[in-house]
């Protein structure tokens, strides 16, 4: 199958390249490189540099690729960013979505793997979160994730696009190709990772007194691989619309089991500051994914914290400066 993957040289975008190519699909990128790293893409993918903002360069990309299905993980993705330049997440999430489903409108192409986001569903009334459950995002990147995801249901309704929307948690690992490299870099692993190779001063825990286990917030995490594994299920499947799935693990980590972890497979303390709890941060955020098991026969069978922190180490210790390591 022909793939058109939007952000291919992104962390995801790019294991789902490496993957894609993995399964023998002919595999094209459309990327700004806004945030992306050219170098996480390999020399036999063709990367159309546009931005998705931009109507008649995404609609020249597709047509001129013509794919079978398109991945769509392009986006602006930072909570306290969106919070504070909410137009940009509109702009690049929602335009951006509307650009490329005209272009896939306007060529033909019906398939469609929409990477979207816990972030959906706000703050939860129960937990685990299943897919039915309220979507009161509480952000606007959360909000703009959901607009795209109702901008699916009418144009499935109206011009027979076969979707499948991927909502997933905390994504963590590497492959030994492609890792994570962010600039700012948010994500808990990648930033006790940089701590203990000395690239921060200390790992900051924030809020000790939840109502959990060690009084740390719980997380459910995914790796990156497994998050792949699960787009390219779903791409499998379309000859009719999936709906949405969750993707996690459905128990979820803590922050200092986390610390535990990292301390384990480095062999080093990991410096850590105790500090208060941030506004907004829920006690405990973990997924139901029964039906990306049961639909798409997913089993995020790598997604233990020893194979995340451990792969995530692996290529961090490689790539002492991220993808520029590589020049």
């Not at 007194?209 to 060690?214: E, L, R, S």
């Not at 062999?267 to 941030?278: A, E, F, S, T």
Request: hydrophobic share 45%; charged share 20%.
């Amino acid at each position: 199958m022909r793939v058109l993957v939007t952000g291919g040289a992104g962390y995801i975008g790019s294991v789902a390249v490496e993957r894609l190519q993995d399964e023998s699909h002919d595999v094209a990128v459309l990327d700004s490189l806004w945030r992306g790293h050219p170098a996480a893409l390999p020399a036999d993918v063709h990367v159309h540099e546009a931005d998705l903002t931009d109507a008649a360069a995404v609609n020249a990309v597709v047509s001129t690729v013509a794919p079978d299905a398109v991945m769509h993980f392009a986006a602006a993705a930072l909570v306290g960013e969106s919070v504070a330049d909410p137009a940009k997440y509109f702009a690049v999430n929602v335009v951006g979505s509307h650009n490329l489903l005209s272009a896939m409108r306007a060529s033909g192409v019906s398939r469609f793997v929409f990477s979207s986001t816990a972030a959906v569903y706000g703050t939860p009334t129960a937990l685990p979160i299943r897919e039915d459950a309220p979507k009161t995002p509480i952000n606007p990147y959360g909000r703009s994730k959901l607009m795209v995801e109702e901008m699916l249901e009418w144009h499935s309704a109206a011009y027979g696009l076969n979707y499948a929307i991927l909502r997933f948690f905390n994504v963590a690992g590497a492959t030994t190709i492609h890792g994570e490299d962010h600039d700012p870099e948010t994500h808990v692993i990648p930033v006790a990772l940089q701590t203990v190779l000395g690239q921060r001063d200390v790992f900051k825990i924030f809020g000790t007194d939840y109502p959990t286990p060690d009084g740390t917030a719980i997380r459910d995490y995914v790796h990156v691989i497994d998050l792949a594994d699960a787009h390219l299920l779903a791409l499998e499947r379309l000859d009719r619309t999936l709906g949405a799935f969750n993707l996690g693990t459905k128990e979820g980590f803590s922050v200092r089991q986390i610390v535990a972890a990292v301390e384990e497979v480095t062999g080093r303390i990991l410096p850590i500051q105790l500090d208060p709890r941030r506004e907004g941060d829920p006690p405990a955020l973990v997924a139901d994914a029964s039906r990306a098991r049961e639909v798409l026969g997913w089993n995020p069978h790598r997604s233990t914290l020893d194979q995340m922190i451990g792969s995530a180490w692996e290529w961090m210790r490689a790539h002492p400066k991220g993808y520029d390591s590589e020049s």
